[in-house]
């Protein structure tokens, strides 16, 4: 292993690089000058299946064919799978053909794989080949799965900080797929003055154009391509995404007067999603359930898409955030799941969150970290939608296995929970804090640890159910699934503004089979 000072050394330059690289490849109808590489943009994997995984790549077939453009030509791209590394047995190989009616994205599902089995992947077009990719099968549906590992990650603002928590997961060799829980990029206005990385489009993202430039921009940071090319995704979207706080029918930072149609917008950044993510969906429906083995159900719900106005200070009593049909849809997962474990990819705490009292400069902070509603519930998540959560509860109770754990994102921050229904545990939440976005910390401008604890401390005693909460470390989560028992371990970054920062083991906590609870886990 080279000395830890040349590898950092390396990882600064890549950071500098994967900018350069954004600026240089991703602005609409425009490039540098110099013919970009084929495979600019990397390679992923996807959704895993006993038989089946997703593949992605993006082409660049010639300098003007930048994402966003809508130029270039159509280009014939062909896919291998091979069970080693050197492609001396391939498995599985196709042909197909993308062009600027797709902004030149390859998405496609290669089949006909063994369970429970590693592969190489790569794509070959005008005469390039991408970068290797390894993926890896789900469990076949009736396999005695004795154990999985998942990386657990959501909240990734490029513009304040680098991403060295993909790198953390990217190092690892043990993880069957990573779980992202959503915000993967931020449509939000970049501040040239005070960003530690450009963006592209240096604009809030409102069209197609937009959309695209930054999914591309995203992928050029050398963390997140060395994730999606060592380990398959699991992926759901949250708000920023398409924007702030959305909702089924707009979003307060969207104004129809100047930024047009809402629904426009929402079309244009579910279609460039659905683009450059390794997912698999049908039509604009993203929710869906994959199977591990006996071992695991792991759904993954949208929560953005079907739902109704956030309410006011109040809780909502009549709204939906899942929408009609995949309110019953998960429901009736719920009830006639047989597996171990039902693991939950849920974008937004479902847990009852009573927010204290505090100091002005305290409150506003929290505020802003939930949405920045100053009410005493954040009405974006779960308490804003008590009938839907009252229903899913119920579900879950009256099955009576104690086997739900919900995986969260979207707050900033480390939580775990024991998910009340009329004052019993019926399931527990573990939240991953973000891999850059802003916490406690930051905003209020002090150093970590320093101006959370009395806040944390408040949190716990007015809501005696959240068994443990940090609210100023950014990184990733490290879940663990066996029979007896689901761990998180939290892992904390030392600085996310440096590209090489240290990644340490920071805490970890676990529910056991048959009872849902969260407990202390060992070290």
Known sequence: MAPSVSRRSVLRAAGVTAAGTAAAFTLSGASSGAEAP????????????????????????????????????????????????????????????????????????????????????????????????????????????????????????????????????????????????????????????????????????ITLGDYRQRHAMYKTDEHLRRLHARHPMVATWDDHEAADNAWSGGSPSHDPATEGDWADRMRAAHQAYFEWMPVR?????????????????????????????????????????????????????????????????????????????????????????????????????????????????????????????????????SWANDVPRDGTSVAVEFVCPSVTSDNIDEQLGVPPRTGSLKVEAAIRVLNPHVRFVELDSHGPGVLEVTPEAVRMNWYYVADRRDPATAVTFAHAFRTVAGDPRVRPADG
């Open 38 to 205: 084929v495979f600019a943009h990397g390679v992923a994997s996807g959704d895993p299946m006993p038989d089946s995984v997703l593949l992605w790549t993006r082409v660049t077939p010639s300098p003007d064919a930048v994402p966003g453009s809508g130029k270039g030509m159509p280009v014939g791209v062909r896919w291998e799978v091979a069970d080693d590394a050197g492609f001396t047995r391939v498995v599985a190989r196709g042909h197909v053909r993308t062009g600027p009616e797709r902004d030149h994205t390859v998405k496609v599902t290669a089949g006909g794989l063994c369970a429970s089995t590693a592969y190489w992947y790569r794509f070959t077009a005008q005469g390039e080949v991408s970068p290797a990719g390894r993926t890896r099968t789900a469990p076949s549906h009736d396999q005695d799965v004795a154990s999985l590992r998942f990386g657990v990650a959501s909240c990734a603002n490029w513009a304040v900080g680098h991403f060295a928590p993909y790198g953390c997961l990217a190092d690892r060799d043990d993880l069957d797929a990573f779980i992202h829980l959503g915000d993967y990029l931020y449509e939000g206005n970049p501040n040239p003055a005070s960003d530690l990385r450009p963006s592209v489009p240096p604009n809030e993202l």
């Open 281 to 413: 969906h049908r039509g604009d429906r993203l929710y869906r359930r994959l199977k591990f083995g006996k071992l695991a159900d792991l759904t993954m719900l949208d929560l953005r898409t079907y739902r109704t106005r956030q309410p006011g200070p109040a809780p909502g009593t009549g709204g939906t955030i899942l929408g009609a049909e995949q309110r019953e849809w998960f429901l009736d997962g719920l009830a006639r799941g047989t597996a171990s474990w039902n693991l939950i990819g849920n974008s937004v705490m479902v847990t009852p969150i009573e927010i204290p009292a505090l100091p002005t400069r305290e409150r506003l902070a929290l505020d802003d970290l939930l949405d920045g509603q100053p009410t005493t519930v954040n009405t974006d998540q779960w308490d804003g939608y008590t009938e839907d959560r009252r229903r899913v509860l119920d579900t879950i109770a009256a099955q009576g296995r104690g086997n739900t754990v919900f995986l969260t994102g979207d707050v900033h921050s």
